[in-house]
């Protein structure tokens, strides 16, 4: 099982788009254990983009990911790294393919609406970063059986 850390941008919280967005992961059948609303700090927020400081973009990034507040998600499955990124779709709006996230409600490079770590380390890294350790609730989910094969006793 991975947990992946997920925010909902500025852009999508603005524009009403959380509800949308949201469906499409309890819709793929990964789990929610952490979710809040909140507005990044600008230290927190240049932890979470070191890997990009420097490049042209970093600066208005910063910017655009604390101006306005976010909806912040930890997202548990098997595989939920990849399949996450699946879900959201390329970087820009405007290459992002039809379906996914990215694709289907922007057209901008720049405001492209979700952030999903993209590896183990970074997951585990954006959720310390986001999620104090008592925020993040791991509940049973009734459906389970439905969602994966677990006559095996592993989930398939
Ligand atoms: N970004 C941008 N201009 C670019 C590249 C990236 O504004 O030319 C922003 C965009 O919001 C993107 C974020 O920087 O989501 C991080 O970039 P990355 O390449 O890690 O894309 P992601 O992993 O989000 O698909
Ligand atoms: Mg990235």
Known sequence: METTLIILKPDAVQRGLVGRILTRFEEKGLQVVGMKLTQIPRATAEKHYAPHAGKPFYDGLLRFMTSSPVVVLAVQGVGAIAIARNLMGATFGSKAAPGT????????????????????EAAAKELALFFAPGELVEWPRLIEGWVYDLSSGTRE
């Open 101 to 120: 996230i990215r694709g289907d409600f922007g057209v901008s490079n720049a405001f492209n609406l979700i952030h999903g770590s993209d590896s183990p």
